[in-house]
């Protein structure tokens, strides 16, 4: 599980029947958007959260004569979000999932060049569960719904209640009991080391404003030691391919998370601003992902507390050489050409870069060979001069 999530808490939702007034569909939930819009001339993006103060909306429903049972939530400036539920004997599922938002909030959409509100909706939610249990789900699980990203975290859900309160049992979401793909099977030797990673490009923006608060670019390869089914260890390695990945996060005066999301892994990298020492560092890292062939497939390894590219404040981190962290004893991320900032990005450029310690000794290298055989020249000529000298000195006028 993601420990380290700082975008909206969970807000609570509960519709009740009109008659019996008991709970037919409760929902503990925070949500994540991204938005794509025009923006004056050009194609603009939006990050923002379910606030703490939406609302289960009157129009919410237990579904009788007919209808199906809807759950709408609404906040801000005429913005919605609607799940609709159907079963089956096995269970329910949503539905249908819709979301409306408008584009004259000035907050959430600043300079959009459209007015009026816009619906998009996806019937491929894959929130589902079995019947009389709730839907769980703590991990990212993205709905995409033409240019609107929707990502659920700490979901706990129920339609269907015959009472007041969640059922004892849950249905666990693929993100949590599995949430990647895995090779079938996995190599006992590393590829090769040519193989570098593609570098990804993941930039953050805070809502109503220009510019971002994050800028990453990177290659991302990911080295995992485990214990085999037949109890033999041994590691996998993969590449993070960022075409893949989907980009998110969010940011505080203090703290930066940045979570890359794709079918290979979850990664959460969260960074911290010590004010008083004047330097940002990669203080947490979260990684999620599966290996088939392992004795326990399911990996959700946790940092803890670590101080990893730390570099002073207003500027940006820059390593173009491989670097390793060591996240635990079993995993290891190796980066490339890579650069981060996650404070005091003006508009969308990087700041001046403090270099790493690879890439200074990399530069020292050649220096040291250059000196070095500026040296041997020094000696070889010193020493030619020399013999010169003497040979002239052993000849006598006749």
């Known amino acids: 599980m993601f420990g380290i999530f700082q975008f909206g808490s969970c807000v609570h939702f509960d519709v009740k029947d009109e008659g019996t007034k008991t709970s037919c569909i409760l929902a503990d939930l925070s949500v994540n958007f991204t938005v794509d819009y025009k923006r004056g001339e050009k194609q603009g993006k939006t990050q923002f959260v379910l606030p703490d103060n939406a609302l289960t909306d009157q129009a919410s429903s237990c579904g009788k004569n007919g209808t199906l049972p809807l759950l709408v939530i609404a906040f801000g400036l005429g913005h919605s979000l609607s799940l609709q539920f159907n079963k089956s004997d096995a269970g329910y599922q949503v539905d249908n999932l819709t979301f409306s938002y408008n584009l004259t909030d000035p907050v959430l959409f600043p300079e959009s060049s459209e007015n009026g509100t816009k619906k998009v909706s996806s019937n491929k939610a894959e929130i589902s569960a079995k019947t009389n249990w709730f839907y769980q789900c703590s991990n990212p699980h993205l709905v995409v719904m033409d240019n609107v990203n929707a990502s659920f975290h700490h979901v706990k859900l129920q339609a269907y209640l ?28 590393a590829p090769p080391n040519n193989t570098k990673p593609d570098i990804g490009t993941y930039n953050i923006n805070i809502t109503g404003k220009a510019g971002y608060c994050l800028m990453a670019k990177m290659g991302l390869r990911l080295n995992i ?19 893949k990945v989907i980009p998110s996060g969010n940011c505080s005066n203090d703290s930066a998370t940045l979570i890359l999301s794709s079918v290979q892994a979850n ?9 008083t020492e004047g330097k940002f560092y990669l203080g947490h890292v979260h990684v999620n992902t599966t290996v088939a062939d392992a004795k326990e497939s ?18 940006s981190y820059k390593c173009n050489e491989k670097q390793t962290l060591q996240i635990t004893s079993n995993l290891s991320i190796y980066t490339y050409n890579l650069q981060v900032q996650p404070f005091d990005v003006e508009g969308d450029k990087f700041g001046p870069a403090v270099e790493c310690a690879e890439d200074q000794n990399g530069m020292l290298v050649p220096i040291i060979v250059g000196a070095a055989l500026a040296g041997l020249v020094l000696i070889v000529l010193i020493a030619y001069l020399i013999g010169r000298k003497r040979s002239h000195a052993g000849y006598q006028t006749i």
Do not use: M, Q, R, W
Request: glycine residues 2%.
């Open 298 to 315: 399911n990996f959700s390894i946790d940092s803890g507390n670590v101080s990893f590219l730390k570099t002073t404040a207003h500027k």
């Open 162 to 189: 015959t009472g007041n309160n969640y059922s004892t049992n849950a249905t666990i979401c693929k993100e949590d009991v599995a949430p990647t793909a895995a090779p079938t099977t996995a190599p006992t030797t």
């Open 225 to 243: 030691t485990y214990i085999k089914k037949d109890n033999k260890a041994t590691f996998y390695e993969f590449n993070i391919d960022p075409k």
């Open 267 to 275: 990664i959460s990298f969260n960074f911290v601003l010590n004010a």
